[in-house]
């Protein structure tokens, strides 16, 4: 099936633990994207990646670092957890960086539990 | 920083009554786009409007955007049990694109039997 798909759905940890997500997609996008959604639902932008180069960086503390070993996977690492990073995390892709047309497609999210 | 206020932000109607979701911005958006999202899922775009004043319908929805580029709305017809959901808005093109798209704070529709 063409998709996002990103692992862990779930991911229980202790504070101060260092933990990564993968993500990987095979509808040959060229831009993909991390978001964080809050308890209230509310999605931010925190990293985008065009062809391998980060082209957003948005404020968010650097113990959250983006890697792309290729086009089709974006991997978000996280050090020292803390209990403020517990949220859903969504990995998603475009063909532009405005999803223009054909909007963005997102993974099924990864539920951090910081504990 | 581009901002898209959605309004309101809870609804709960009966089964067959129509409703309208808003979508405000001050500021100019390349496209507007439309989410659902289900419990436990990612968001799933319904539609794209990329055009000053277009209209695109999808079955009982219709969505516009607005002349300037600035707003959008989501009118549904008749409402269904299935429509159940978060509705977002996302506006596109800020910064030439560099900041993706700006996602508003939601609509949790529920729609009762």
């Known amino acids: 099936d063409t998709a996002v798909s990103q692992t862990p759905k779930y991911l229980v940890t202790q504070m101060g633990n260092d933990k990564s997500i993968k993500c990987e997609q095979n509808?040959?996008?060229?831009?993909m994207y991390w978001y964080k959604q809050d308890s209230k639902k509310f999605l931010k932008i925190m990293f985008s990646?065009?062809?391998?180069?980060?082209?957003i960086n948005e404020t968010v503390p650097n113990r959250f670092s983006p890697k792309s070993p290729d086009k089709a996977h974006l991997n978000l690492h996280i050090n020292s957890l803390e209990l403020g990073d517990s949220a859903v995390y969504f990995c998603?892709?475009?063909?532009?960086?405005?999803?223009?047309?054909?909007?963005?497609?997102f993974g099924s999210g990864t539920r951090l539990t910081v504990v | 920083t581009q901002l898209l206020e959605q309004s309101p932000q809870f609804l709960s109607i009966q089964e067959g009554e129509n409703l309208t979701v808003y979508c405000n911005s001050s500021?100019?958006?390349?496209?507007l786009q439309w989410y659902r999202q289900e419990p436990g899922e990612g968001p799933v775009l319904l539609v794209t409007?990329?055009?000053?004043?277009e209209v695109k319908k999808l079955k009982r929805l219709t969505f516009q955007f607005g002349d300037a580029r600035k707003d959008s709305s989501l009118h549904i017809t008749a409402a269904q049990p299935g429509d159940t959901g978060l509705y977002l808005c996302?506006?596109?093109?800020?910064?030439?694109?560099?900041?993706?798209?700006?996602f508003g704070k939601g609509t949790h529709l529920i729609i009762q039997p």
């Open positions: 509808l040959g996008h060229d831009t």
């Open positions: 500021s100019v958006f390349s496209s």
């Open positions: 998603a892709s475009s063909h532009t960086p405005t999803g223009d047309n054909y909007g963005y497609t």
């Open positions: 990646y065009n062809n391998k180069e980060l082209i």
């Open positions: 996302a506006g596109g093109g800020g910064r030439g694109g560099a900041d993706g798209l700006t």
């Open positions: 409007v990329v055009t000053g004043g």
